[in-house]
């Protein structure tokens, strides 16, 4: 695609509930990066993807969280059993060889 | 983890010039990066400096030191549509060199 694509734009979540979050990077691009930022904050980063090689979870700060990556395309992250201190806007940004990293929009998460 | 510290917030006038510092520990050769991000928005790339100097784009310009851990990006001629934060992300290694430091707030006033 022409961007970075991120769905939803806006999730509400009950605490406990799961919710997945979905992330189209840009065509071509071989890495593939999600971050969490909550409301005044920098970019916490989250797990990296590159090719077909094993993912960076570094930056995942729980066994709550994980993402998934088919091939260079598609990005899941998945929030287990939700809680409030999980309310941020999760980015996504996709770079060629780690190049410049594009961003999307971001999902604007809110765990009530 | 990475050390990487820039002033939390700035402010300047209109038309003036501002300096945003970023000091880092972490080590790499790839090169470093400054993002501009509005309230609300995404992050867009300004610039990326894989050699030491001075990098200079239209009104914005960026300085790296290697070996000193250091950066600046330089706005000139400030508008009010630089109020934004300013995030630099250090050298890494492949695939390491976007990780983020803490972002600067500049406000522009009139």
């Known amino acids: 695609g022409a961007g970075v694509s991120q769905s939803p734009s806006n999730k509400v979540t009950e605490k406990g509930k799961d919710v997945e979050l979905r992330c189209d990077p840009i065509?071509?691009?071989?890495?593939l990066y999600w971050y969490r930022q909550r409301l005044g904050q920098g970019l916490e980063f989250l797990i990296y993807f590159q090719g077909n090689s094993a993912p960076d979870k570094s930056g995942l700060p729980s066994d709550r969280f994980s993402a998934e990556r088919t091939g260079e395309s598609v990005s899941t992250l998945t929030i287990q059993r939700t809680q409030q201190e999980d309310s941020a806007v999760y980015l996504c940004a996709s770079s060629l060889d780690g190049r410049e990293a594009f961003f999307g929009q971001g999902t604007r998460l809110t765990v009530v | 983890g990475q050390n990487i510290d820039q002033p939390t917030e700035m402010t300047a006038t209109e038309g003036a010039i501002v300096q945003i510092n970023c000091t880092y520990q972490?080590?790499?050769?790839?090169?470093l990066f400054w993002y501009q991000q509005h309230a609300g928005e995404a992050p867009t790339f300004l610039s990326y400096n894989v050699l030491d100097g001075l990098e200079e784009k239209g009104r914005f310009s960026s300085f790296l030191s290697r070996s000193k851990g250091y950066s600046y990006l330089l706005l000139k001629e400030l508008q009010m549509k630089d109020s934004a934060s300013y995030l630099c992300a250090p050298p890494g290694n492949y695939g390491q060199n976007f990780v983020f430091g803490p972002g600067t707030r500049l406000s522009v006033l009139p």
């Open positions: 065509s071509g691009h071989t890495a």
């Open positions: 972490t080590s790499g050769f790839n090169g």
